[in-house]
């Protein structure tokens, strides 16, 4: 798939009612005679602008343009080297883009600008495919340590529950699921448990924009039905962009899906549209 033929998907766009991002969005939005595309970045919680990161030569991402509305469930899918670690290091500071940069509520915020700390604390949340739960602990402990809002050691380790964030644990018991485990130590629970507190730890800290990265793999099948409608719920109070390969389970959550190729943006649209794009069909899904 040669790069000249990217682009030809945002062809027209400016005439349909949600088209994808192209890649001129940034110089639009610069001319006071498009009002379309200055609306839309207004109104997004998160943007990439022609995002490029390089390594050794090789470009891991290249002029990645992507705009994710505040409330939306996003599935990113494409093969292996497409881009999308890559994507979410950039986001949380991980990586620094060669070209480009990051904004989030519109463009109040310039994510590219910051350091990794201070981009979780503006409300980025993410959480890496294996659990990184502190298994010696409990499900409670683990929500605990994750909703102090000091994230110096020792006054998190002392510092006392405000009434607020027990109200915030609860609910985010009650949203993973988790209740009758509050007490049970995190290395005592199944896999699916496991992820399923992790995205509780997330939920404590209040996050605009949750990124995820193939949350079901190696669940069983009642795990990862519970996982489907935990992330349908969560929806709507943050942003959820989801990274996976299970395209059954894509289906299951998707509602916009962003297919990455060789970090470009190579097709955007319902589950349906992409699976039916010969162009996805040919560099990812298969006939």
Same mark, same amino acid.
């Given at each position: ?21 192209? +890649? ?20 997004? %919680? ?12 090789? +470009? ?8 994710? @509305? ?20 950039? %986001? $949380? ?19 590219? +600008? ?6 979780? $604390? ?21 929500? @605990? /340590? ?19 964030? +027990?109200?915030?644990?609860? !609910? ?16 005592? /629970? ?38 489907? @409608? ?17 395209? @059954?389970?894509?289906?299951? %959550?998707? !509602? $916009? ?12 649209? $319902? ?13 990812? /899904?298969?006939?």
């Amino acid at each position: 798939m040669s790069d000249a033929q990217t682009p030809k998907a945002d062809n027209g766009s400016k005439t349909k009612s949600e088209p994808p991002v192209e +890649k001129g969005l940034a110089q639009r939005v610069g001319s006071a005679t498009d009002t379309g595309a200055h609306r839309r970045v207004q109104k997004s %919680i998160l943007w990439l602008d022609n995002v490029t990161v390089s390594f050794d030569g090789f +470009k891991a991402l290249d002029d990645l343009t992507l705009l994710l @509305e505040p409330g939306e469930l996003r599935c990113i899918i494409g093969p292996n080297g497409a881009g999308k670690t890559t994507m979410m290091d950039v %986001i $949380t500071g991980k990586t620094r883009p060669d070209v480009g940069a990051v904004y989030m509520d519109g463009r109040a915020i310039e994510l590219t +600008k910051m350091r990794e700390s201070e981009i979780a $604390t503006a409300g980025v949340g993410r959480k890496f495919q294996r659990p990184t739960v502190f298994e010696q602990l409990t499900v409670f402990q683990n929500l @605990e /340590l994750a909703c102090r809002a000091s994230k110096r050691v020792f006054p998190t380790l002392f510092a006392r529950l405000r009434t607020g964030q +027990k109200e915030q644990i609860a !609910r985010a018991l009650e949203t993973i699921r988790l209740e009758d485990e509050y007490g049970t130590r995190a290395g005592l /629970l199944s896999h699916g448990q496991k992820q399923w507190l992790e995205i509780g730890m997330l939920l404590v800290q209040d996050p605009k924009v949750m990124l995820i990265d193939e949350p079901v793999a190696g669940m069983t099948p009642d795990e990862v039905e519970r996982t489907a @409608e935990l992330l349908n719920n969560l929806a709507g109070e943050a942003t959820v962009v989801v990274v996976e390969h299970d395209m @059954e389970f894509v289906r299951r %959550i998707a !509602r $916009t899906v962003t297919v990455l190729h060789e970090g470009r943006r190579l097709a955007e649209g $319902t589950m349906d549209e992409v699976q039916n794009n010969p162009e996805v069909i040919e560099v990812y /899904l298969g006939s």
